[in-house]
């Protein structure tokens, strides 16, 4: 546990939230956190000539509203963390309290230990950090050429005048470029439209901004997840700070699949071991019933027994697979270069690809990127992946791109096609058990390849847009 002791002062008139907030804070044992509240807004205002090193303030506070505490606090601490308590996603007063100077917000009910400590964290450093940068041009020279993430300074219309070496090494940008006489403007590297209005609304009020979430383009093909800081150097000149969050965010997908794959695995045995008992004595007294039952009641009946006997095996088998798609087995693990495990597994199915006249495209890392798996399984995902990418695509046109990496102590495969995509309504029900889109599917597929992937302790992604296409993402740690 930290020696140091955080101080929070939290303003909310509700005492069931604070019981509440105080209750999520306590399961935090890495920070030491110490909590004083306010019921109203001229206690928090009084108590807040303390100066906390962080301060919680809930939207609704009688008459007044937490926005307007938000700026008399900004105006006594102007760089004090300050993070909105919403007890609903409303969007619109969000914005205003970041436009104000928030930190950031949380809607009541909707965060956890986690997510709060890693908030208040944010809050705190990402306060520093400005204050420090506000108070000494000197550091912030240093901070600016020495920054792990990107940083900028750009005009009131975005323009970009000055940017560290790490913002120039991931954007390919060098902002004093003879190439473009009109030089670079953040904005056109948002995305979103909505995240564009909200940069230039905050510019043209020359106001600042913490950790806008948006998406940020690298190239034509590459995009990460970012959170945008904004502060007011002078009367037009504006620092950014951008962070990062692809990573991150990739990290907690990748868990968030294992734990429901997990999940998965445990609703499946516990079928099995429901569904198997009974079944297994429907069958046997179907069998008896065939073999004591009189001839002439038989040939009434029909085939009434092995319509029984057919569909208690369909249901066997169906169980049997959804078993084996959720459940680790035993690997024969030996060292092979994923480039031609790919290779092989695209080899397999190169009828469909000659069918359908596709256009393969790859772009394998001149290394060996070796990794130590079972050949003849990782190939099963390899070749499921390959058949869903072929059926997505048209019959002229269709362009598959393979390609192997090695990041880290990673090995890296994309498997990417133009094809129709997948809507975003079933992204998230992939890798589920039976879900497919196809009229003939099982719905097992995925879910298998998901199994292979993570018995290897490897991780699968994917990416999709409808009308665009879809992209797999794997990993594999490579060989020691």
């Not at 609903?88 to 007063?93: A, F, H």
């Not at 400590?117 to 809050?123: K, N």
């Not at 506000?134 to 912030?140: N, V």
Request: charged share 30%; proline share 2%; glycine share 6%.
């Amino acid at each position: 546990m930290s020696s140091e002791t955080i101080r929070i002062l939290y303003v909310d008139d509700d005492p069931d939230d604070l019981f509440l907030f105080s209750t999520i804070l306590k399961k935090i044992k890495e920070t030491n956190y110490q909590i004083e509240s306010a019921a109203s807004y001229e206690e928090a205002l009084e108590k807040s000539q303390e100066r906390f090193d962080v301060y919680l303030v809930d939207y609704k506070l009688g008459k007044a509203t937490g926005l307007e505490l938000i700026q008399e606090i900004k105006s006594i601490q102007k760089h004090a963390p300050v993070i909105m308590l919403t007890g609903m996603n409303t969007g619109s007063i969000d914005q205003e309290a970041l436009q104000l100077g928030a930190s950031d917000y949380l809607i009541k009910g909707e965060f956890d230990a986690r997510t709060l400590d890693r908030t208040l964290r944010y809050a705190i450093r990402d306060s520093q950090l400005m204050e420090s940068l506000d108070g000494a041009a000197i550091k912030f020279r240093s901070i600016f050429e020495r920054a792990g993430d990107p940083f900028l300074l750009m005009d009131g219309t975005s323009k970009i005048l000055e940017a560290n070496p790490i913002f120039i090494s991931k954007f390919g940008i060098e902002p004093h470029s003879e190439e473009s006489g009109l030089g670079y403007f953040f904005t056109d590297l948002i995305e979103d439209q909505v995240s564009r209005l909200i940069l230039m609304d905050v510019l043209g009020k020359k106001s600042e901004l913490y950790d806008l979430e948006t998406v940020l383009k690298i190239d034509s093909d590459t995009h990460i997840n970012a959170l945008i800081s904004i502060a007011k150097q002078d009367a037009n000149l504006f620092q950014v700070l951008i962070k990062d969050l692809t990573a991150m965010k990739a990290k907690e997908e990748e868990d968030l699949n294992l734990k429901k794959f997990s999940s998965t695995g445990r609703i499946a045995r516990l079928l099995a071991h429901e569904v198997k008992n009974p079944l297994t004595t429907i069958v046997l007294s179907a069998d008896q019933l065939q073999m004591e039952l009189p001839e002439n009641i038989l040939e009434e009946s029909g085939d009434l027994i092995e319509v029984i006997q057919r569909n208690c095996n369909r249901i066997n088998q169906l169980v049997t697979q959804l078993l084996e798609s959720t459940r680790f087995t035993e690997l024969d693990i030996a060292n092979y270069s994923i480039n031609d495990l790919l290779d092989e597994s695209l080899e397999q199915v190169i009828d469909r690809v000659q069918m359908k006249n596709l256009d393969v495209q790859k772009d394998y890392q001149d290394e060996i990127c070796n990794i130590d798996v079972d050949a003849e399984k990782v190939k099963i995902a390899l070749i499921n992946l390959l058949v869903n990418a072929i059926e997505a695509m048209p019959e002229s046109g269709g362009k598959l791109f393979l390609k192997t990496y090695i990041k880290g102590k990673q090995c890296r495969v994309e498997l990417k096609d133009n094809g129709v995509g997948i809507p975003k309504e079933n992204l998230e029900r992939l890798f589920e058990p039976f879900f497919t889109s196809k009229e003939s599917g099982s719905g097992l597929g995925l879910t298998n390849t998901q199994n292979i992937i993570l018995s290897h302790g490897g991780s699968i992604r994917v990416k999709s847009e409808e009308g665009v296409g879809t992209t797999f993402l794997l990993s594999f740690n490579l060989s020691s």
